[in-house]
Each structure stands twice: as C-alpha cells, then as structure tokens.
C-alpha cells in the first residue's frame, strides 16, 4: 500500500505528534511504499522568520530519523523540495467550493486565536489535498484533528475526477488511519495537546524538562487514599501509553483501590518518557553533529519523491488541459 503523511515545522515535536502519528510512521515504513514529509509550505501560514523556518525543517528530519523512521525504507522529504505540490494546489483550487473551505475547523480556530485571516490559511486545505494526490496516497496516518482535511481531500479529489477524469480518473481516493487510543493526546491542562495552547511536552527536552513540565498536569483533588477511576483520568491515560505492563498493572490496581497520588503518577510518567526517548536522544546527537548525512537523506528523499509527483502531476495536467 502507499503511505503519506506530514508533519508541519512550526517547533518543536512534542508527544501528541508521536503517539498520534510517527509511531504510526514508524510501523507502517514496513512492507509498504511509504512518503513522509516535513511541511513547510504549510508552516508559512505561521512561521515567518527564514533563519527560523529552515532550522525547524532540520530540526524535523532529525526527529524523524531519531525516532525510527528508516530512509532505506521510507521517502523523507521536505514538501517545498517538490514544488510541482503547488501547481497541483491550484489545478484542485479551481474546483474547490469556498463553502468546503468556509466550514474548516481549523481555520475558523487559527482565526479566532488570532493568527490574520490570510488566504494562504484559509486554503491549506486544499494545498494538504495536494499533498496526498500527488503521491496516490491509500492511506493517510494522522491524530483526529485532521480528519476533516482527508475529508476534504477526498471531496476535491472526486470533484475532479468527475470534472475532468472520464472513465479511469485521474485521483486516487485516500483513506485517514487514525488508531483510536491515541487519535487525541490531552495536554497538560486535559485539551488536546497542541502548541498553540501550550500544554505541550516535547519529545526532545532535557530529561529534567520534562520531569518537570509533567508535574504541571492538570488532575483533579481526590485525596491520596481515595479510589480513582483510571479510565477517565488524563493522567493515567497517557501514563498508559509510555508505563512497562507491571508497573501499568500496579498503577491502575492502586487508582481502583486508592493509595496513589497524582504526584506519584507524575513522577512515574516522568521517568517512562525519559526512559523511552533515551535511545532517541542519543541518536538525535549524532544526527545533529552531522548535519551533511542529514542533507544526503533530505536529497536522496527529493528525488524519489519527485519522480513519483511529477507522473502524477502530469496525468493531472493532461487531463485538464495545460501544459
Ligand atoms: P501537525 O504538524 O499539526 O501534526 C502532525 C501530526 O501529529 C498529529 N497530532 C496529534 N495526534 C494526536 N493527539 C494530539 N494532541 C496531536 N497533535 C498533533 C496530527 O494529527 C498530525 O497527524 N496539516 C498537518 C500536516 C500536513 C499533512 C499533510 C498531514 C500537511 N500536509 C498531508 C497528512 C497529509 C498538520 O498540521 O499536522
């Protein structure tokens, strides 16, 4: 199956974007033709310092490439390295109802979170739409909060397959993977983990960081020996995701029975990150001083990215007659 997916460099990753989407990366490199990118078209609509942008792309490709993704298996890109991404975005634009775009979420919240109501915001959606075309993309691996772009990006892609593309088509439909138990990571104050609401922890942090960043989690006041309910606590669902099965066991046995605090919970939590981005973390360091295999990798995945754009792009462009 062919795989695509992206990730916006608009700071640092923290752990919504690696539960939600790289662990997925990571398991579906193998035995699939997968595309991963870093989108920096897409961060433009909110990073405008050059010097800034070009070392949060660096910063992404080596996050990517610590935490597991593999360039003899998977096609790491940079989205602007393909510019044939936006000549698609305007071919699909010229299909696109405004009232698609009107109803977006994301760009009414952006709005109202105060970010100037630009054009290249409100049309994001269809440049990601291009993204995931431009590759004949089966399935997109992404947290809930872009389930509305896939949407949209199969709306475009069979408006224009039923405006221009006979018979055949010219698009393939592409569904969202989205796994349950981590389409939506809480924060630190419970909302969805997200910069723009800075409640984030960074994958990347130093190890006393995010000891301390965890003990800022929002919980509620029940008392230490009171009985808790681990299946609607935050905390204890991200502990989850990160605990060994023992201490999970133990965890969730103290929260039913009461004896644990939430101070405890947090410090644990602590601990399970930093021990599962140790390796990482190592890894990063190497990357990091060898910013030259860094570029060979974003190279070697522009190449192999554009031959496949560029035979899409063109089936595209026939179709509707330019060029
Ligand atoms: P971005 O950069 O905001 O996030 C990258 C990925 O991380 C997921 N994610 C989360 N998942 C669960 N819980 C959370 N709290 C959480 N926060 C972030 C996101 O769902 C995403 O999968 N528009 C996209 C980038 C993009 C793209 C694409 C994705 C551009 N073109 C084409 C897929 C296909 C974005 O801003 O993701």
Not at 60 to 66: E, F, I, P
Not at 205 to 231: G, M, Q
Not at 301 to 315: D, H, M, N, S, V
Request: proline fraction near 6%.
């Amino acid at each position: 199956m062919r795989i695509l997916s992206g990730i916006q460099p608009s700071g640092a990753l923290h752990i919504g974007n690696y539960l939600g989407a790289i662990q997925q990366y990571i398991a579906l490199q193998d035995g699939n033709e997968a595309f991963y990118f870093v989108a920096d078209y897409h961060a433009l609509t909110s990073v405008r310092d050059a010097g800034k942008l070009r070392q949060y792309v660096f910063d992404v490709m080596v996050d990517m490439l610590s935490l597991g993704l593999d360039p003899e298996k998977a096609v790491l890109f940079v989205q602007s390295d393909v510019p044939e991404t936006v000549e698609l975005a305007w071919l699909l634009s010229t299909v696109t109802p405004m009232g698609w775009l009107e109803k977006c979420v994301s760009y009414k919240d952006k709005v109202q979170q105060g970010l100037p109501a630009e054009h290249g915001l409100f049309a994001y959606p269809v440049l990601q739409a291009a993204d995931i075309l431009l590759y004949d993309a089966d399935l997109v691996p992404v947290g809930q909060d872009q389930k509305q772009h896939l949407e949209i990006t199969r709306d475009v892609a069979e408006r224009f397959n039923n405006v221009y593309g006979g018979k055949k088509g010219v698009f393939r439909l592409p569904k969202p993977y989205i796994l349950d138990n981590v389409a939506v990571i809480p924060g630190l104050d419970g909302r969805k983990m997200s910069k723009s609401y800075n409640n984030t922890i960074e994958i990347f942090d130093e190890p006393a960081v995010i000891r301390k960043k965890v003990k800022r989690f929002v919980t509620d006041s029940t008392p230490v020996e009171a009985p808790k309910n681990p299946d609607t606590c935050p905390l204890f669902g991200l502990f989850k995701l990160f605990a060994k099965p023992d201490d999970l066991a133990e965890v969730e046995r103290r929260y039913r029975e009461g004896g644990i605090g939430y101070g405890e919970v947090k410090t644990r939590l602590g601990e399970a990150l930093v021990e599962r981005f140790a390796e990482p973390r190592e890894r990063r360091a190497e990357w990091v001083a060898h910013p030259d295999r860094v570029a060979k990798v974003r190279a070697a995945g522009a190449e192999k990215a554009r031959a496949t754009a560029r035979t899409i792009l063109e089936k595209a462009r026939a179709a509707c007659g330019v060029g």
